[in-house]
């Protein structure tokens, strides 16, 4: 039996849970060496583990604490699912952390700039958080980039901080505050 549903729609995109339906393209872009390069998942991603992962997000229930809940973006224009994002919200209820992925084919198309937009209007509306944060490898230039442009400041570069895939790696931190984002 699944949980509660979410649905968040913009000019172009519908923020959803997941489906069985996703299965083909969740697989297509979490098999990408390139998508993966800066994900926690390594590639060759198997259709078992994606089915797992599906199951489990339509199981989850959205805004439980300390739990990550992904939500898929598809294409209203063609019902395409062309990425995914996530969100985590802290332990204190106050705080999240979020994330995003979409398949090199729907990139450099302002998708992800809108999706990661409407799920921080979500945050902050529905959930009244009081701050999000959200990393990425100084190396991934087009995350950064989005990061800043959705209104997010970065807080700090911590210098081989993570431990990622065999390396240690740097991090960019970001934030923005509700008061930043109701601004």
């Known amino acids: 039996m699944s949980q509660e549903k979410i649905k968040l729609e913009t000019t172009r995109l519908l923020l959803r849970t997941f489906q069985d339906s996703d299965l083909a393209a969740f697989v297509v872009y979490r098999c990408d060496p390139e998508v993966a390069k800066y994900q926690s998942w390594d590639t060759p991603y198997q259709q078992a583990e994606a089915m ?3 199951e489990a997000m339509k199981q989850a229930k959205p805004g439980t604490l300390g739990e990550w809940y992904q939500l898929a973006i598809e294409l209203k224009a063609t019902g395409e699912m062309i990425g995914d994002c996530a969100f985590c919200i802290a332990n204190d209820g106050q705080q999240a952390e979020i994330g995003f992925t979409r398949s090199q084919t729907h990139q450099k198309k302002g998708y992800a700039t809108e999706a990661v937009t409407r799920l ?50 740097d991090e960019l931190w970001f934030a923005i505050l509700h008061d930043e984002w109701q601004r």
């Not at 701050?131 to 442009?149: F, G, H, M, T, Y």
Request: hydrophobic share 45%; proline share 2%.
């Open 52 to 54: 797992t992962f599906i």
């Open 120 to 169: 921080l209007d979500y945050l902050f509306t529905e959930h009244n958080l009081h701050r999000v944060i959200a990393n990425c490898d100084p190396e991934n230039i087009a995350s950064a980039k989005l990061l800043q442009r959705v209104g997010m400041r970065c807080e700090g570069h911590f210098v081989k901080s993570l431990w990622f895939k065999g390396n240690w790696v």
